[in-house]
């Protein structure tokens, strides 16, 4: 039996290009570097320990001390996501809609602590729901709909890790 050659043809790295994409994510509020363990909000009391935040009710000894991300951008006023409210349904539902709203966060924010709502403002145009992430939205917008219908529109900007929300029904 012959032994066949086989010819494996070596990359030309001179004339290939890079095909691995790298996904970005323009969040300015993510930490830059691993912050070390454990680190304890002084605002929430939230922890990042074993690589995330969470709530913990064990102790925790010679933490270091600083803002997680979702208390940072409460301070710094800087939304992650927008939902508003719209339509002449609003006006007969908007407390129970809110209520939804906040048990939806209350859920969420169980297991994921920097999912918050930052402030409900109510207008003559209807409500403004703004976040610290930006899924939160996209969890109480389907909320909204599963419960009371409606459409819902979403758009993403990832550039400026944002999204914006809308629903809206009349009648």
Not at 146 to 167: C, I, N, P, Q, S
Request: net charge neutral; charged share 30%.
């Amino acid at each position: 039996m012959k032994k066949r050659d086989i010819h494996r043809a070596e990359p030309r790295h001179d004339t290939m290009k890079s095909h691995h994409i790298e996904e970005h994510r323009h969040d300015p509020y993510k930490a830059r570097g691993k912050l070390t363990e454990p680190c304890v909000c002084p605002k929430c009391m939230a922890v990042f320990l074993r690589g995330r935040w969470q709530w913990t009710k064990e102790p925790i000894e010679k933490a270091h001390w600083d803002l997680c991300p979702a208390c940072h951008r409460i301070n710094d006023k800087y939304p992650a996501g927008e939902l508003t409210l719209s339509g002449s349904f609003l006006e007969s539902h908007g407390q129970e809609i809110i209520r939804l709203a906040r048990n939806t966060e209350a859920l969420e924010s169980r297991e994921h602590p920097l999912q918050r709502i930052m402030a409900i403002e109510q207008g003559a145009d209807g409500i403004v729901i703004t976040t610290t992430d930006v899924h939160l939205p996209r969890r109480i917008g389907h909320a909204i709909v599963d419960a009371y219908k409606g459409d819902l529109d979403t758009h993403y900007d990832e550039g400026a890790y944002f999204v914006r929300m809308t629903w809206k029904r009349d009648a």
